[in-house]
């Protein structure tokens, strides 16, 4: 069965802190993506990848940053974590010639205090 | 710039009663439109799409869409709700930004409850 993982379900962080989302897939896929969920908000897109060591930005990266040193996996990264960046985190993943995330990952839940 | 609006953040049905989750979108160019389901403690998972083939667009889980683009519409429906089809459902419309990119944007949600 195809997967995309998250390392953590739920975190709790403090304010000023270097944040690290972990995120794996096992389906060889080009493009991996970032979203950020907020209620009443949907998702809206940080940063994506469609290869190694290639990333761009979304509509939202200021104050995050993103590694992907192999195919499979895709880091989000909290420079200094603030309050206004609680909220859920899911990492996505799809070919290269498709133009949608095709399989998602549970999410991370992200509480900064 | 594109943009999509789902109408009803929240919609109840009776088991056994039809389904009809609205989607509209605003585009400058023909798009691809997706529906995506979220159940609680999930991630996303997508339901259905269209590509500019045929508008009657059938997915899974007995939901199907129609792109009408007379009315920049492409509303998710099913015949009969069941108990699990209660989630959170995203309409989304992708369109080309520039070279080889394609920008994906979502709507707000629109919670489906589906009561006994």
């Known amino acids: 069965d195809v997967k995309v993982t998250q390392s953590s379900r739920y975190l709790v962080k403090r304010t000023g802190e270097k944040v690290f989302l972990e995120c794996v897939q096992d389906?060889?896929?080009?493009?991996m993506f970032w979203y950020r969920q907020d209620p009443g908000l949907g998702l809206r897109l940080i940063y994506f990848?469609?290869?190694?060591?290639?990333?761009e930005k979304g509509d939202i990266p200021e104050g995050y940053s993103v590694s992907r040193e192999k195919k499979e996996r895709f880091s989000l990264i909290l420079e200094s974590a603030s309050t206004n960046q609680t909220s859920m985190y899911l990492c996505?993943?799809?070919?290269?010639?498709?133009?949608?995330?095709?399989?998602f990952g549970d999410g991370t839940r992200l509480s900064i205090l | 710039a594109q943009s999509v609006t789902q109408l009803g953040s929240h919609v109840s049905v009776s088991e056994g009663a039809l389904v009809l989750l609205r989607c509209n979108y605003s585009s400058s160019v023909p798009p691809y439109l997706f529906w995506y389901v979220q159940y609680p403690n999930q991630g996303l998972q997508l339901l259905l799409k269209?590509?500019?083939?045929?508008?009657l667009v059938k997915g899974i889980n007995g939901f199907e869409a129609e792109f009408k683009k007379s009315e920049t519409s492409f509303h998710l429906t099913k015949p009969s709700a069941h108990m699990s089809d209660a989630a959170e459902y995203f309409c989304?419309?992708?369109?080309?930004?520039?070279?080889?990119?394609?920008?994906?944007?979502f709507g707000k949600g629109t919670l489906l409850t589906v009561n006994p």
């Open positions: 990848s469609y290869d190694v060591k290639m990333k």
């Open positions: 269209y590509t500019s083939a045929a508008t």
């Open positions: 996505a993943s799809s070919l290269l010639q498709e133009r949608q995330p095709q399989h």
């Open positions: 389906m060889d896929h080009e493009n």
């Open positions: 989304a419309v992708s369109e080309r930004s520039g070279g080889s990119n394609y920008k994906l944007t």
